[in-house]
Nanobody
Framework: QVTLAESGGGLAQPGGSLRLSCLASGNTASIFTMGWHRQPPEKEPEFVALITENGFTNHADSVRGRFVVSRDSAKHTWYLQMESLRPEDTAVYFC?????????????WGQGTQVTVSS
């Protein structure tokens, strides 16, 4: 089992920056993909970014060039650096992970952290 805990959300002005962190605990050795999703108000959750254990990254078109996902494997932590924030980036951000548990792939979610972009 894996537990994820986000930190770093808050209020930012348009054009501003924030960095989110996700700390994994439990069976962290089972994790092979780490990432972020977000859920804007009254919308379904959407993919934001991922990074694999080999360092491959992918970002949603809506954030590419503004957000960067990275990781510190030794600290079991990954990050989402968000630049040039826009009001439409306002959402609850969830860190996510995929791991193998008893031969099955499991998807893990954190509890979420609010990011609000407003002047």
């Amino acid at each position: 089992q894996v537990t994820l805990a986000e930190s770093g959300g808050g209020l930012a002005q348009p054009g501003g920056s924030l960095r989110l962190s996700c700390l994994a605990s439990g069976n962290t050795a089972s994790i092979f993909t780490m990432g972020w999703h977000r859920q804007p108000p009254e919308k379904e959750p959407e993919f934001v970014a991922l990074i694999t254990e080999n360092g491959f990254t992918n970002h949603a078109d809506s954030v590419r060039g503004r957000f960067v996902v990275s990781r510190d494997s030794a600290k079991h932590t990954w990050y989402l650096q968000m630049e040039s924030l826009r009001p439409e980036d306002t959402a609850v951000y969830f860190c996510t992970a995929k791991g193998v548990d008893q031969g099955h792939v499991k998807q893990y979610w954190g509890q979420g952290t609010q990011v609000t972009v407003s002047s």
